[in-house]
Each structure stands twice: as structure tokens, then as C-alpha cells.
């Protein structure tokens, strides 16, 4: 993360399992973002993590250490219940991947060079059309239309190489899929970089998106897992279960911190 992101995470932050999110409300977090492209040295990456990714934190710490590095932007009602734990208040927005990046799109007037990798062909392809006819003065370029950071990771940096690129947008839904745009992607293949997880999927129509009364009421993972078999529906329960415990853990660790620093 280049000097000017930290600065803006240290000074607009809340920490969720000791982690920095960052806590901007929509606009100003487009306008900063916007000004990160303009910056003519370093590189920031962005993580748009959710109770799942903050919950994988807990065991991964090789997985911590990226997002540690990453400029963390919140993704929905797990992590305001979090924050209202933590910090009596839920974060100023919720800045899911699949409404912030098209939103961001729209937002650089200048035009760049936006490169996508990932998720599968079908989703690359209708999301390099979907944001062509968005934001037609940006040029977007297909870098890759799968993501195997094994077999085929050693192409997608080459291809890289190749590109002048101001954005990075990678289909990343895993740990191990962000540990590896860490380890690969370097400064100068691209100014930001953008982990978005299901962004493509979402975007391209292949993944079932929740109601719009539904995503608004924060209860978009609850309406999905009712569209899932039981057996998934119970995994996600329990994680969610798993991650409110973890929560309330936090806060109660972090209330005693904070006295035991007053006296």
C-alpha cells in the first residue's frame, strides 16, 4: 500500500478482529479511491471482505497478513454488526464489490486502462461487454477468463507484462486466490488493484442476485442460503454463527484493553 492509502486508512478506520477497515461513506470513498489512480508512484490493493473473509482471518494467518496490507472496505450486515459491537455504531456504508466497482466506473472521468482476470469464461466475457457499455471511455482488456493460480498463473503475469494498466480487477473469491495476487501482482503492472470476489458472477448474471427489498434490508446472504440446498444452508448458519461468537469475544477483550489502559 502506497503512503497516501495508509495515511487515509490510519486516519478513517475501525478495527474488526484487530484489522483496519476502512469506515468512508460512499462518496468519499469514491473520491479517494479516484485520487489513489492519480498518485504516480506505488500501488494499493483493495479487499472488500464480509464476516466469511474476516471469520477466515481468525485461522489463516498468512491470509491476515494480505488483508493487513490491503485497504479493507466493508461488504455487508456482518460487518456492521461487528462494528456495532466494537464501536457502537454500524460502518457508514456498506460498499459491496458488485455495486461499488461499476459506481467507481462511472465516478473516473479520465479515461484508463482496466484490466480483468477471472472468474470463468462466460462471467469475464459478459462483464468486459456490461462495463463496455457502462463506461465506454475506459478500455477494458480480458488479462484471462480463468483464475488457476497453479497451471495457469505464470500466463496471466506474463500477459500482464504485456499491459499498460492503471486498474486490476481480479475475480479473486478465495484466501488462496488473494494470497496469490499478493505475491504476483507488482507495482508497476498496475496502480489499483481490486480483489472482488463474486463481482463477475454478479455483474455477468450468472450468479442469482437477491431482490432489491432484500439487499437493502441486509438480509441478501439469509435469502441465498434459502436458495440453496439444506445442507449448504446449515455450513452458512454456522459460520455465521460461528462469526457473531467471535464478535462478542472481541468486544469483550477489547473493552477490557481499554480499561485496563485507563487505570
Known sequence: MNLIANFAVLSSRRAIFDLPVCDLGWDDALVFINELLSIPVGQTSI??????????????????????????????PGLDIASKVAHGSPFPASLKAADFVPALLTFMEMPRRIGLVGSTPEAVRKTALAFRRHAPWHEFIVISDSFDEAEGGSTIVKEIDQQRLDLLIVGATTPSQQKWVH????????RLVLAVGDLFADVAGTARR???IVRRLGLERAYRRTQKPARLGLQYSLGFAAFLYYVLQYGRSRRKRILSRSR
Open 210 to 212: 437477491s431482490p432489491t
Open 47 to 76: 479487499s472488500f471482505v464480509n464476516a466469511r473473509n474476516m471469520l477466515t482471518t481468525l485461522r489463516d494467518s498468512e491470509y491476515r497478513a494480505v488483508l493487513a496490507q490491503n485497504l479493507l472496505l466493508p461488504d455487508g
Open 183 to 190: 505475491r504476483n501482482i507488482r507495482a508497476d503492472h498496475a
